[in-house]
C-alpha cells in the first residue's frame, strides 16, 4: 500500500505527539504517586518503552515511525528519504513533541506552558546522550538491515533500559528535548541544556551511522 507524503508527516506528528505525551505525562503521574526518585524513573521508563512498540509498530508502515530528527538524518544519509521529506519529517515531528509535551501539561491541571528549570548540562550528561543516541541508531539499522528483527519491541526495549543505565536519562532525540523545555516537572530539560544535548544527540547518531555502515558494507 503506497501512502501520500501528507499521510506520512501526519503520522509522524500523531507519534511524535504521543510520545512526549508519554514521556511528560507519565513522569508527572509517577511523580505525584511517589516520592521515591527511583520509582518515580520506572513510572516513567515502563510506559516510555510500551509506547514506543505501539507507536513503531501501528506508524512504521506509513512513515517508517521514525519519532526522530537524528533517525530522520540518517535515513537521509543512507538516500532512503529525500531531503525535502528530511526537512518535513523534522518539522511535524518537533512540532507534534511540543503540542504532546503541552496537552501532558493540560490534562493533568498544569499551566499550558511551564518552561523547565530543571538544569542538565554537564560533561556526564553530554557524554551520556552521545551514548544513549549511539545506541538507539545501532539498534534501529542493524535489526532493520542486518538481524532482520522486530524494531518495535527492541527500540522500546531499548529506551526502557536506557532510561537507566543513562545518567541523561536517555533523551536520544532533538525533537523530545526540544519539547521538554516547555514543562517544568519531573521530564523537563532547561532551555540552557538543549544545545548541548542536541549536540550530544547528532554526533551520537553519526557514531552510530558510521559504525553501521562499517557492519553491514560485505551485505
Known amino acids: 500500500m503506497e501512502f501520500s507524503k501528507n499521510q506520512k508527516y501526519v503520522s509522524e506528528f500523531i507519534g511524535s505527539f504521543f510520545l512526549v505525551l508519554t514521556v511528560v505525562g507519565s513522569g508527572i503521574m509517577a ?3 511517589s516520592q521515591d526518585d527511583g520509582i518515580t524513573l520506572l513510572g516513567n521508563a515502563i510506559p516510555t518503552g510500551l509506547t514506543l512498540v505501539v507507536i513503531i509498530s501501528i506508524f512504521g ?3 517508517g515511525a521514525h519519532f526522530n530528527p537524528v533517525v530522520s538524518l540518517i535515513f537521509w544519509f543512507k538516500k532512503i528519504i529525500s531531503l525535502s521529506d528530511l526537512v518535513a519529517y523534522v518539522l511535524f515531528q518537533i512540532i507534534g513533541a511540543i503540542f504532546g509535551c503541552l496537552a501532558a501539561n493540560i490534562i493533568f491541571g498544569l499551566p ?4 523547565s528549570t530543571h538544569v ?6 553530554f557524554l551520556s546522550e552521545i ?3 549511539f545506541g538507539l541508531v545501532l539498534v534501529i539499522f542493524l535489526a532493520r538491515e542486518v538481524a532482520k528483527l522486530n524494531i518495535p519491541v527492541l527500540v522500546g526495549s531499548y529506551i526502557a533500559s536506557a532510561y537507566w543505565f543513562s545518567s541523561s536519562t536517555s533523551f536520544a532525540n ?3 528535548t526540544i519539547a521538554r523545555q516547555f514543562s517544568d516537572t519531573f521530564t523537563g530539560i532547561s ?6 544535548f542536541v549536540l550530544a544527540q547528532i554526533l551520537g547518531a ?3 551511522y558510521i559504525v553501521v555502515q562499517w557492519l553491514s558494507r560485505d551485505m
Not at 499550558?112 to 518552561?115: D, G, M, P, Q
Not at 542538565?120 to 550528561?125: C, I
Open 31 to 33: 511523580d505525584r504517586l
Open 61 to 63: 508502515p506509513i512513515s
Open 112 to 115: 499550558v506552558v511551564t518552561i
Open 120 to 125: 542538565r548540562h554537564d560533561l556526564s550528561q
Open 131 to 133: 551514548l544513549a543516541t
Open 174 to 176: 532533538p525533537a523530545v
Open 191 to 196: 532551555p540552557s541544556g538543549i544545545p548541548l
Open 206 to 208: 553519526i557514531l552510530g
